[in-house]
């Protein structure tokens, strides 16, 4: 499966983006889906992730209650809500597919994942 992440932007603290990432080829509903996020100078790290059946989503702590992960399997896409966003936040995310994962199961180690979207900017201003 390829992926396709957008929606990045440049914010101002407290503000919201909504980043989208769009599968083609493979069969979209036989993956579970994360973001992950790579600030400047840091190592990747786990945000979000949803299951293949929608029924399991799993936060990063430093997001939990912030951020809201979400998919539509007709549209091929997982959305990434990010609300209330801090300068901590900035770094470029990604969306990947783990195809090991089974039905209500997550992962969030980046080893899991097979296929990996090309990464959106999301810049966060004070």
């Known amino acids: 499966v390829q992926l396709q992440a957008s929606g990045g932007g440049s914010v101002q603290t407290g503000g919201s983006l909504r980043l989208s990432c769009v599968a083609s080829?493979?069969?979209?509903?036989?993956?579970?889906v994360g973001w992950f996020r790579q600030a400047p100078g840091k190592e990747r790290e786990f945000v979000a992730v949803?299951?293949?059946?929608?029924?399991?989503?799993y936060y990063a702590d430093s997001v939990k209650g912030r951020f809201t992960i979400s998919r539509d399997n007709a549209k091929k896409t997982v959305y990434l809500q990010m609300n209330s966003l801090e300068p901590e936040d900035t770094a470029v995310y990604y969306c990947?597919?783990?195809?090991?994962?089974?039905?209500?199961?997550?992962?969030?180690?980046?080893?899991?994942?097979?296929?990996w979207g090309q990464g959106t900017l999301v810049t966060v201003s004070s």
């Open positions: 990947a597919a783990d195809s090991k994962a089974w039905l209500n199961v997550v992962h969030t180690r980046s080893s899991d994942y097979d296929s």
């Open positions: 080829g493979g069969t979209f509903g036989a993956y579970a």
């Open positions: 949803i299951s293949r059946s929608t029924v399991t989503t």
